[in-house]
């Protein structure tokens, strides 16, 4: 017996789908972990390129996006035990230049921007309030690391009830193979997984176009 049959036959793996309302959260893409002489590595440039296209799709159907950067105070006062394990997190501040979200994947004035210190986007912010004051019911996963700040995302949004969608291909670490064990194990136990080109057919197809006023 496959691993994969053992889940099976224990009834894992089912599939939660899309609701009514979508929202892409764009998990800690920011220049930091785009350098692997910092945080990166792996695949995560290929999975930014990924969420690149996804971003533009979701802007031009009007789902709601929102992005996280860890981000420290100056003086310390914030550090805990995460900078325990990994000390170089405590040069992610507001202002550092590591902390900053890539070019590609620059906010746009009305697109939320969490400021988190644990790796989960849900831990000690706002999230869950902007998400259920915007009706939202799916949450779309993009970001790095995939064994790290997106599953914890990714198990706090299934435990807060959201219908949970790991965008397959615009997920990271730097490290190929916890990428894979947790892609596996995240799509039996608590999300989907989707490509960025599903993703995008079901928006094409479930959704219509954001109308822009035209210029006068």
């Known amino acids: 017996m496959s691993e994969l049959d ?12 899309f609701g009514n309302k979508p929202a892409l959260v764009i998990v800690d893409f920011v220049n930091g972990f785009n350098d ?4 990166g590595g792996g695949n995560i440039p290929e999975a930014i390129a990924q969420t690149a296209i996804l971003l533009a799709a979701c802007r031009k159907h009007g789902v709601p996006v929102a992005y996280t950067r860890v981000v420290y105070a100056d003086d310390g006062s914030d550090h805990g035990v995460f900078c325990l394990k990994a000390p170089s997190l405590k040069n992610l501040t507001e202002t550092s230049p590591l902390s900053q979200v ?28 902007w998400l259920t004051s ?21 198990i706090d949004s299934m ?21 894979e064990a947790n892609l596996f194990d995240m799509e039996q136990k608590y999300a989907d997984l989707m490509t960025t080109a599903e993703i995008v057919a079901h928006l094409e197809k479930s959704s219509k176009p954001v109308r822009t006023a035209a210029k006068r």
């Open 6 to 17: 053992i889940y099976k036959q224990q009834g894992f793996g089912n599939r939660s789908g």
């Open 36 to 39: 692997p002489t910092a945080f």
């Open 102 to 129: 890539v070019p590609e994947l620059e906010p746009q004035r009305g697109e939320y921007i969490l400021r988190k210190t644990q790796p989960s986007a849900f831990f000690g912010t706002n999230f869950t309030n």
């Open 134 to 154: 915007n009706g939202i019911d799916t949450l779309l996963v993009t970001g790095c690391t995939t064994s790290g700040c997106v599953r914890a995302t990714v």
């Open 159 to 179: 435990s807060s009830n959201f219908r949970t969608i790991v965008v397959k291909d615009g997920v990271g670490d730097r490290a190929l193979g916890p990428h």
